[in-house]
């Protein structure tokens, strides 16, 4: 008996190694090759209708082929966030012709009252990455100048910043804000203070993620809404999604950038209590609900876009297992209405916002669970993503937004981080490892490397 279990367990072993086999045949190097081909092909489809309709310009609006302007004056968001996408994907002509637009025409001495959130992630993180990247010392002359004149949003009784702040005068507006803004500064602030030796960036934002911190609830969860003069919540209403996500995702990756265990711990004292509070077991994965951030009671069943992020996160930060349930329910988002929607209910499972605007979060959450794992269905998956983009989202100039994910029916927007983000995780899925290595780099949150620091 002891024998034939033996020999039993023997050929259930040799038939896994055969299937595992057979499936990491199912999608060979050259398919791999083949999809990181069509995202080239994608950039420079982009790229050239960037250049031809709204160069010089924040965005293409690509069904009326006219330039899209943020706010008084352009700040060249869709060079500066493409630039290190270009560089990656090995397009040195595209690569070129933004790096000589950002160093010939990107001036902040302007009059533009900015939020300060999106212009640190897009513009202060593309000029520190372009600046690690090529070496080129104006890039870092110009982040300089840009967090320079993004400091006084910091000076709060709290340390928490207001949301935004005109670049000439300093005059701040917005008092109250979220956890997602103000934490979303650290990675940015502190690799600044680290490429410089100037210290008061890191102080600022690590003060104000900080306070966030220090402003939980008894249960470990951050509200929606915070007043960052007298540092009470305005709204309790927790969650992983807009507002909050990306400040849970900074804990983690400001502690493996900087090695400051503060960070650590407050990281995981919220996955902790994300962990219990938060996630909704269902037959088709691991979804994430809403509650109130003192009493953990359960308040929406609505999950989108923005909350597929958190299964690369789990993963990322050593539970594989999290993650592989979470990324279950976001390919089923995905797959479920042809084209992932900006937000639906999964218990009734249907869509409460039908739009799509090339969010990043489910590519990237499949390339962490890719390299992490190395099953050949995030692969699979990946590839469905990526070509229900191109094939539903391109037209003659560049790729257009969704206004309905279940119609297809476009919308007029091509925003920066569909360069700086949505291609660069869908090359990078099928990409060698070389081409990213997360023992050198991390990600910020719209995508943009950071040097790893050398620290004990």
């Not at 809403?290 to 876009?305: F, L, R």
Request: charged letters at 25%.
């Amino acid at each position: 008996m002891v024998k034939f279990k033996f020999i039993f367990a023997l050929s259930m072993l040799c038939f896994s190694i055969i299937v595992k086999a057979q499936d990491a045949a199912l999608f060979s190097d050259s398919m791999k090759k083949d999809m990181c081909d069509q995202v080239k092909n994608a950039a420079q489809h982009a790229w050239k209708g960037y250049k031809l309709y709204a160069w010089g310009a924040d965005d293409l609006k690509p069904l009326t082929k006219e330039a899209k302007i943020w706010y008084k004056k352009s700040m060249l968001m869709t060079p500066v966030d493409a630039f290190d996408t270009f560089t990656l994907l090995g397009l040195n002509a595209e690569a070129h012709e933004a790096k000589q637009l950002i160093l010939t025409q990107l001036n902040f001495n302007i009059d533009n009252d900015v939020q300060v959130f999106e212009i640190t992630i897009r513009l202060l993180a593309g000029l520190i990455t372009a600046y690690e990247l090529d070496g080129t010392k104006k890039f870092i002359t110009l982040a300089i100048d840009l967090a320079d004149r993004l400091m006084p949003a910091f000076n709060t009784p709290t340390g928490m910043p207001y949301r935004y702040v005109h670049l000439q005068t300093g005059k701040t507006r917005d008092h109250i804000n979220n956890p997602a803004e103000i934490g979303t500064l650290m990675l940015e602030f502190g690799k600044l203070s680290k490429i410089t030796g100037n210290k008061k960036y890191y102080a600022a934002a690590k003060k104000a993620i900080m306070q966030v911190y220090k402003s939980r609830s008894v249960i470990d969860l951050v509200g929606e809404q915070i007043d960052v003069k007298t540092g009470k919540w305005v709204n309790t209403r927790s969650h992983i999604g807009a507002y909050i996500d990306s400040y849970y995702e900074y804990l983690y990756k400001s502690w493996l950038l900087f090695g400051d265990n503060d960070f650590k711990i407050a990281f995981e004292n919220h996955n902790q209590a994300i962990k219990k509070n938060l996630i909704s077991k269902t037959d088709h994965g691991w979804f994430m609900h809403q509650v109130d951030m003192n009493t953990g009671k359960e308040i929406g069943t609505t999950y989108g876009a923005l909350e597929a992020f958190y299964a690369g996160l789990c993963a990322f930060s050593g539970d594989i297992e999290t993650g592989r349930k979470i990324q279950e329910a976001n390919y089923y988002m995905w797959t479920r209405f042809n084209i992932e929607p900006e937000e639906f209910n999964f218990k009734t499972d249907s869509v409460s916002n039908a739009s799509y605007v090339f969010r990043p979060e489910n590519l990237e959450s499949c390339f962490y669970m890719y390299r992490l794992t190395r099953q050949v269905n995030y692969l699979w998956q990946g590839k469905v993503m990526v070509e229900s983009i191109l094939d539903h989202c391109k037209n003659e100039v560049g790729f257009a937004a969704l206004k309905d994910v279940q119609t297809f029916e476009k919308a007029n927007s091509m925003e920066s981080f569909f360069f700086g983000e949505t291609l660069k995780y869908a090359y990078l899925i099928f990409a060698p490892d070389k081409t990213l290595d997360f023992n050198q780099y991390v990600l910020t949150t719209e995508a943009h490397p950071f040097k790893m620091e050398r620290h004990n």
